[in-house]
């Protein structure tokens, strides 16, 4: 069946939370050493991994963790906690996780608006899924590409995250198209991967830092791309 749909994840997929150094610049551990390179790249691993539980939590935290993409409140809660966990001062945890939501913070892989823009052109239907606790389209507008994307699914707003059938069926009707003529373009063989169930293509991309993936995204539609 032809593809007449793609549906993109956000993070790791079209853009990536890189590390910033200045976020780190007036933060120190308990014992009052700032992070070296390696705590930092650990912080932003724990911060941006798709699936599995990151790190040891306590019982309280449990449920938060669960529901972290369905409800803004318990992502604060339970990613301070992370921070916390992992020798940030509290009131420099609340600092940084506020960076971290910031749309603005996000960086595009190099190809992101032009396969959105080409897709778009060539009547391609384009869906954006996302496991997430914070409105993301302000970075779809910094890069001026909002106009390219026709259904945005945020899981906190949809009240389901992936790999849950539902969210993919839901993207697919409401981009108008069967889930036999849609690809799922994400980053991760769990949530990502689940779009199968349901029929639809998957491709999965690497989620490594944006200099070192130029053409991913377009290597994943490129028979889309004519």
Same mark, same amino acid.
């Given at each position: 069946?032809?593809?007449?749909?793609?549906?993109?994840?956000?993070? +790791?997929?079209?853009?990536? =939370?890189?590390?910033?150094?200045?976020?780190?610049?007036?933060?120190?551990?308990?014992?009052?050493?700032?992070?070296?390179?390696?705590?930092?790249?650990?912080?932003?691993?724990?911060?941006?991994?798709?699936?599995?539980?990151?790190?040891? =939590?306590?019982?309280?935290?449990?449920?938060?963790?669960?529901?972290?993409? =369905?409800?803004?409140?318990?992502?604060?809660?339970?990613? @301070?906690?992370? =921070?916390?966990?992992?020798?940030?001062?509290?009131?420099?945890?609340?600092?940084?996780?506020?960076?971290?939501?910031?749309?603005?913070?996000?960086?595009?892989?190099? /190809?992101?608006?032009?396969?959105?823009?080409?897709?778009?052109?060539?009547? @391609?239907?384009?869906? @954006?899924?996302?496991?997430?606790?914070?409105?993301?389209?302000?970075?779809?507008?910094?890069?001026?590409?909002?106009?390219?994307?026709?259904?945005?699914?945020?899981?906190?707003?949809?009240?389901?995250?992936?790999? /849950?059938?539902?969210?993919?069926?839901?993207?697919?009707?409401?981009?108008?198209?069967?889930?036999?003529?849609?690809?799922?373009? +994400?980053?991760?063989?769990?949530?990502?991967? +689940?779009?199968? +169930?349901?029929?639809?293509?998957?491709?999965? @991309? /690497?989620?490594?830092?944006?200099?070192?993936?130029?053409?991913?995204?377009?290597?994943?539609?490129?028979?889309?791309?004519?």
């Amino acid at each position: 069946m032809t593809l007449r749909a793609v549906i993109f994840d956000f993070s +790791g997929t079209l853009f990536r =939370l890189e590390e910033n150094p200045s976020w780190y610049s007036d933060l120190t551990d308990a014992d009052g050493s700032p992070f070296d390179l390696s705590a930092q790249a650990e912080i932003m691993r724990r911060m941006t991994a798709p699936t599995g539980r990151i790190t040891e =939590l306590g019982d309280e935290f449990i449920e938060a963790w669960e529901n972290r993409d =369905l409800d803004p409140a318990l992502h604060r809660k339970v990613y @301070v906690e992370v =921070l916390r966990s992992s020798g940030i001062q509290d009131a420099q945890a609340q600092s940084l996780y506020a960076r971290l939501i910031d749309p603005d913070q996000w960086t595009p892989y190099p /190809d992101t608006a032009e396969v959105l823009r080409r897709l778009h052109e060539q009547g @391609v239907k384009v869906g @954006v899924i996302s496991n997430i606790a914070f409105d993301i389209r302000p970075a779809f507008d910094r890069l001026d590409v909002s106009k390219h994307v026709d259904e945005f699914l945020l899981s906190y707003l949809e009240e389901v995250i992936k790999p /849950d059938p539902k969210i993919f069926l839901r993207a697919c009707e409401r981009l108008g198209v069967a889930p036999e003529e849609a690809l799922m373009v +994400g980053d991760s063989e769990e949530a990502d991967g +689940g779009a199968a +169930g349901v029929g639809c293509q998957v491709a999965i @991309v /690497d989620p490594a830092p944006t200099a070192e993936r130029p053409t991913g995204l377009i290597d994943a539609v490129r028979d889309l791309l004519s």
